[in-house]
């Protein structure tokens, strides 16, 4: 389900927190190690810069131009066909089933709105039907975070529509 640039943005992340690791680890009174944390702080943030070069899909600290917010997941939705034809599994009354080209849009609008996490526990929950413990069980998180995610999810859909319909 993740894209190639969410897989990035979570080996970066987990790479930055072992850097914070190390760099708290290390003895500020020593000189070799006053040295080794100046390198570490240099690698922190190299890393943030690229997260959010990664996230926002822009160089961070640039202002001017046109925002192309996560450019990358915007892309990649697009990209492939994310919504499955369901047709078959419905039964009414031989009804053609299909999404505007526009309605897709929005669609992938709303998804790209969405963290990582967000997009993996509210498709699981709201378009696979798991509950919510078997999202924490599949994805090693707590039954409350992958609440927490899914109500913030369900508010950045209400919002989006909202937006639309008005």
């Known amino acids: 389900m993740?894209?190639?640039a969410d897989e990035l943005i979570q080996e970066y992340s987990n790479g930055k927190r072992q850097l914070h690791k190390l760099h708290n680890s290390l003895d500020k009174e020593n000189p070799t190690d006053r040295q080794d944390?100046?390198?570490i702080n240099s690698m922190i943030d190299d890393m943030?810069?690229?997260i959010e070069w990664l996230e926002t899909g822009k160089q961070p600290g640039t202002y001017r131009g046109v925002d192309k917010r996560l450019a990358y997941?915007?892309?990649a939705l697009e990209s492939m066909d994310i919504i499955p034809d369901i047709t078959e599994q419905l039964d009414i009354n031989n009804r053609q089933l299909y999404m505007t080209?526009?309605?897709k849009i929005i669609?992938?609008?709303i998804f790209t709105s969405f963290s990582l996490r967000e997009r993996q526990c509210y498709v699981l929950h709201a378009a696979q039907g798991m509950s919510m413990g078997q999202i924490a069980d599949d994805l090693g998180l707590s039954k409350a975070t992958v609440q927490m995610y899914?109500?913030?999810a369900r508010r950045k859909v209400e919002t989006k529509?909202?937006?639309k319909v008005s």
């Open 2 to 4: 993740p894209n190639w």
């Open 37 to 39: 944390r100046k390198v």
């Open 48 to 50: 943030e810069f690229t």
């Open 73 to 75: 997941q915007r892309k």
């Open 101 to 103: 080209s526009e309605e």
């Open 107 to 109: 669609l992938a609008d």
């Open 150 to 152: 899914i109500t913030r």
């Open 161 to 163: 529509v909202e937006k």
